[in-house]
């Protein structure tokens, strides 16, 4: 078949053929948003949705999963958090359905968990903060990376974007598939790290406000409002407790955050809690605040994870739509050069 953006195809064709879709756009698992409506019209618009299972419990995975393969017939993946205390169980469950790929975010992988996703034949997909990581990585299974920028919304590490497809494209991405992600928000920026040698891109903020996206009016408003400077990174407030940072849109949510960490901080002093159970219990606020922004609609107390692109977002619009318009722009700018 012929391709409407053959240019753009021909620089995607690598990351394409391993998610078994046309385009090698993935869009980031967002926890409350990416659920089956939008996962399912990702995947058939040619991208590659991946259902965020965050602090799911392996029944709504299970539920989840079903759910989605009833809109779509196409490949979707799966985000686990490799702190999830059920992480095997929740392996379980994407075996059980024989999901193709699992993504593997928020953490260096548990022993065994990558080979449990390889032996039902799923391909694995993780994050890695340096290209030493990232070899280990792929020696020991590991079949994608994704290299995401601070610009991203949600969970963020310190590095740009730009930064670190300089450093990690030309030193990996001849051998391994390279995805970059953070920030991406014009096919111009797409076309670029496609010529830098990325497999392909992920997406995240462009892809929440979309029609398919079940997240509230109140919270789709707040990114129509919002530019790149209004999405802050979280601060950490006690260097004892290592808080990964997270980006949203600044409201009185962020300070209830910096008001948990000194809670949580305080508890960790007294022995109330070891370090894994306060991490875990800061993973269950963001969970919790960003539901009530999401699912209720409370943008002021709640937590509006937004990546900087947050100002190229101004209007609802189709899956199908925002993908025409990234490949357009994508296909224009290789053509121009």
């Known amino acids: 078949m012929m ?20 385009h090698a756009v993935l869009c980031g698992a967002m926890s409350w948003v990416s659920e089956r409506n939008l996962v399912s019209a990702i995947s058939n618009a040619g991208g590659f949705g991946v259902i965020a299972c965050g602090a799911m419990t392996p029944d709504l995975l299970d539920t989840e999963i079903a759910a989605t393969k009833a809109l779509t017939a196409k490949p979707f993946g799966v985000n686990l958090i490799t702190m999830h205390p059920a992480l095997f169980d929740l392996i379980a469950v994407c075996a059980r359905h024989g999901v193709s790929h699992v993504v593997l975010a928020g953490g260096i992988p548990p022993k065994g968990s990558v080979e449990a996703i390889k032996a039902f034949g799923a391909k694995v997909i993780v994050f890695a903060p340096t290209i030493a990581l990232a070899k280990k990585l792929f020696r020991s299974g ?4 994704v290299i995401e920028g601070s610009e991203a919304g949600g969970h963020i590490g310190p590095v740009s974007t730009s930064v670190l497809a300089q450093e990690f494209l030309p030193a990996l991405a ?7 992600a953070g920030g991406i928000g014009r096919g111009e920026a797409i076309a670029g790290y496609l010529e830098m040698g990325a497999a392909g891109v992920q997406l995240g903020t462009r892809f ?6 079940i997240a ?10 919002g530019n790149a400077r209004d999405a802050t990174a979280s601060v950490q407030v006690d260097p004892r407790l290592p808080v990964i940072p ?12 910096t008001a948990k960490q000194i809670e949580v901080a305080k ?9 894994a159970a306060a991490q875990l219990e800061i993973e269950h606020f963001w969970a919790g605040a960003l539901r009530r ?22 209007r609802e619009e189709p899956v199908a739509e925002i993908f025409a318009q990234l490949l357009a722009e994508s296909e224009a700018a290789l053509t121009r050069r």
Do not use: W
């Open 3 to 22: 391709s409407a953006y053959p240019k753009t195809s021909a620089l995607m064709a690598r990351g394409a053929e391993f998610l078994g879709t046309e």
């Open 142 to 145: 590991a079949d994608a990376l």
């Open 174 to 180: 001849a051998e391994h598939l390279v995805f970059v």
């Open 208 to 213: 929440a406000c979309a029609s398919e996206s």
């Open 216 to 225: 509230h009016p109140a919270f789709k408003q707040a990114f129509f409002r």
């Open 246 to 257: 997270v980006r949203a849109l600044k409201n009185k949510g962020t300070e209830a955050f």
């Open 267 to 275: 508890r960790l002093d007294a022995g109330e809690l070891d370090m």
């Open 293 to 314: 922004a999401v699912i209720e609609g409370d943008v002021e107390r709640g937590s509006v994870m937004a990546g900087q692109s947050v100002g190229m977002v101004t």
